[in-house]
Structures are given as C-alpha cells and as structure tokens.
C-alpha cells in the first residue's frame, strides 16, 4: 500500500457516498481510504463499504481531524481530500511521481475546478499580507491553467498529498486553529517545495464542506486566526500591515452583509485572536519569520484580485 487518503466529514449523507465512489473509481495506486468523522448527527459515517472510519463524538475540527487521519494511515503518503469533492481519473499518479522523484517537494497538489471540469477554482493557493488565502487563478477557464508542473506557495486542503512521517515531524496542522487558516500557517512553517501537477485535478462542490461564504462560521475562524497566523509567522511591520488589513477586511465584510451576527461573529473572532496572539508570538525565531514574510505577496496585488472576483468594490 502506497497512499492513505483521509478524509474529514461532518454531516456528508447527501455529497460523501459520491466521493468515495470517484476515489475507488479514479485511484490508481494501492490505497487505503480513512473517514475521520467529526460528530455527524446524520448518520454519514455508518455502513461505509471498504473505508477505515475514526469517529469522533464531539467536532474536532478540519485540523485536527486531518491530523488524527495521518497517525492512523498505514502507508507513507498521505492525502486529504474533501469529503464534498469528485477526483478526477488518475489523480494520484502525477502527484506521487513528483514525491517519488524530488525530496525537496515536500507537498504535491492538483487542480481544484468547478463541479462540471471546466472552470478553475484554484491553481495552488496565494498567501496575502492578512495571512488570507485564496485560489490563484479562480475563475479562469480550465484551458488557461499550466501545461506542467509549478512551483505555488500553498495547497488546499481539499487536494494535498504528503509524506507521512515528514507531515507528522512538522507537527501536522495546527489544532490551535480548527479550521480555516491551517493550510496557510503549514505553508509558512514549510522549508520544501509545493509544486501543483495540472495533470491532477479535483472537481469541487463549493459550499458543503465550507457552508455559505456569509455565515457565522466563515466569519469567526477567519478572523481569529489570520490574527494567530500573523502574530505566529510575521516580523514587526509586516504583522502591523498584516493587522491592519485584516482589520479592513472585516469592515468591508461587515458591511456587506450588514447583519448584527456578522458584527458579533467577527468581534469575537478579533477578541479570541487578540487574546490568543501574544502565546504564539514567541514560537518562531526571526530568521524564520523574515522566510515566512518573503511568500506573501503584496497587498496590491491581493486587493487587485480580490476586486477581479468582485468581492471587493472599487
């Protein structure tokens, strides 16, 4: 056995048995398929043929549930894939040949597209100086991703494959976070390389896994730990640009929902950060800090894009 997929559901009755028909399908390595289930009240983790199932009674959360998945995987890969999500035929061989060939790749990845194939959802992930991430090229139609294999800052969780031991040795994601911001806070602790193979690709329901972009959920994680992450990884000024962004950020959501819950949601995630940044501050040197800083690209180029998406007004 080569590859242990894992998977982390919550509440996956209508979009899992989908998933793990397409992984069976479109496998080709020997494998093994690990459901970390985190909590279901639905009943989506019970009679699953040919799947290892870890089932939790209280939420774990996206990171920890990851990481439980990888210390019981019996292979030396490890990939995570969304429990909402179709591989495509193949998926796995591009991604194990590029570990297989190169130990300075420490995380291979796919291409994240729309559920019909045809539009990109993700090319790698961009990192910005609020410690956000977002898909490179989102939006674009699928003939414009990269003929071959490139070098991107981040991967998806919902596409990334590793190596067991080196993943676990790096301490997996960070639980501190639960959810949204782990994929961010890995890349910048990462010395070796991501690359993404266009050769490999996942086809994403947009909207299960995550929920709808204006909610509670998708509010308050965000904002408590693009504030865990800067305070974690960023030198002096670059974490003040990084506050004051994410401040702004958060404004303009508050705005455009214009809703008493979202300004509730994102005070208490400005509250649980602020409180929780001066723990974090002390666990990277400055050398490491200063490497982190040099993957996050600038805040014009960040807001350019965010305007291209039309999530942000001009």
């Keep these: 056995m080569e590859l ?7 509440n996956g009755a209508d979009c899992l048995p989908a998933t793990l028909a397409a992984l069976a399908a479109h496998t080709r390595s020997e494998h093994e398929v690990i459901v970390v289930d985190s909590a279901s009240t639905d009943g989506s983790w019970e009679g699953l043929d040919g799947v290892r199932v870890l089932r939790f009674e209280q939420n774990v959360g996206f990171a920890a549930g990851c990481n439980r998945g990888a210390e019981a995987a019996r292979a030396p890969y490890v990939a995570f894939v969304n429990f ?19 130990a300075g790749v420490a995380v291979a990845t796919g291409l994240l597209v729309s559920p019909d194939g045809a539009t990109l959802e993700a090319v790698g992930l961009e990192i910005a100086p609020n410690t956000a991430t977002y898909g490179r090229m989102e939006g674009l139609p699928r003939s ?9 800052v981040a991967a998806s969780g919902a596409l990334t494959v590793v190596r067991r031991d080196e993943f676990l040795a790096l301490g997996g994601f960070d639980e501190l976070i639960w959810m949204y911001g782990e994929e961010a806070d890995y890349a910048l602790r990462l010395e070796g390389r991501t690359v993404l ?11 299960h896994a995550s929920g709808p972009r204006q909610s509670e959920t998708r509010l308050y994680w965000p904002a ?4 865990i992450n800067a305070a974690r990884h960023l030198p002096p000024a670059a974490l003040a640009l990084s506050v004051a962004s ?10 455009q929902v214009r809703e008493a819950w979202a300004v509730r949601a ?7 950060g602020l409180r929780l940044m001066p723990r974090v501050r002390r666990e990277r040197t400055a050398e490491q800090r200063a490497r982190a800083a040099a993957k996050l690209v600038p805040l014009r180029t960040a807001v350019r894009e965010q305007r291209r998406l039309e999530r942000l007004r001009a």
């Design 4 to 10: 242990s997929v894992v998977l982390v559901n919550y």
């Design 266 to 272: 994102l005070a208490r995630g400005w509250r649980d």
């Design 246 to 255: 994410s401040l702004a950020f958060d404004v303009v959501s508050a705005a």
């Design 224 to 227: 408590r730990n693009r504030l």
């Design 84 to 102: 909402d999500a179709s591989v495509e035929d193949g998926w796995d061989e591009p991604l194990l040949a590029l570990l297989r060939a190169d």
């Design 197 to 207: 193979h266009p050769g490999s690709a996942i086809r994403h329901e947009i909207g």
């Design 144 to 152: 414009a991703a990269p003929a071959g294999p490139v070098e991107v």
